[in-house]
């Protein structure tokens, strides 16, 4: 069975600061999916970033990247310029490819934005 | 555009008590899931659907039952509700290959059971 791990419950980062999240992830497949959601309190969950595991190029969204390391099973999003705004949990998520279409999620980590 | 609309937003349950969260989808997606929240920790997946008539368990199924005799509607029973229901529970929905994939969800509802 597919695994998601996030290893860091809670983060800082100083406003305009670059902050890196770390998400891994355990699977026996070729073809997947990875996602991060964005959860601020409201409680809406709000995707910031996909990528396909079949593109070796890193997925950009404005000043949300991805590093995808698929050998290593490693996925971690890259924040720059922080915000206040960007104060949320971060949820790592992976979809399969294959038949079974769960999304299984990571435990989350709490970003907090130090004015 | 309403997307993925879960009803009610808030309810209070008497331990022993039954009820039926409501999800609907009204973006045609075949794929749709119901997820848990417990304070300060991810998703967990109750149930989850790959289309109408199909429906599949996830990673905490006990104590809950779904159906899905429709594209647009994937309702999620609790039976003799336990505090450890107590949750923030999300209905999500997604498309097939090829289209980007990603679960759209619902505001959530927010579930007491005392």
Known sequence: ?????????????????????????????????????????????????????????????????????????SFSLKISDSQLGDAAMYFCAY??????????????TRLHILP | NAGVTQTPKFRILKI?????????????????????????????????????????KGEVPNGYNVSRSTTEDFPLRLELAAPSQTSVYFCASSSGQPSPLEAFFGQGTRLTVV
């Open chain 1, 1 to 73: 069975a597919q695994t998601v791990t996030q290893s860091q419950p809670e983060m800082s980062v100083q406003e305009a600061e670059t902050v890196t999240l770390s998400c891994t992830y355990d699977t026996s497949e070729s073809d997947y999916y990875l996602f991060w959601y964005k959860q601020p309190p409201s409680r809406q969950m709000i995707l910031v970033i996909r990528q396909e595991a079949y593109k070796q190029q890193n997925a950009t969204e404005n000043r949300f990247s991805v590093n995808f390391q698929k050998a290593a099973k």
């Open chain 2, 16 to 56: 022993g008590q039954s009820m039926t969260l409501q999800c609907t989808q009204d973006m045609n997606h075949n794929y749709m899931y119901w997820y848990r929240q417990d304070p300060g920790m991810g998703l967990k997946l109750i149930y989850y659907s790959v289309g109408a008539g199909i429906t599949d």
């Open chain 1, 95 to 108: 979809r399969s490819a294959g038949r079974d279409d769960k999304i299984i999620f990571g435990k989350g």
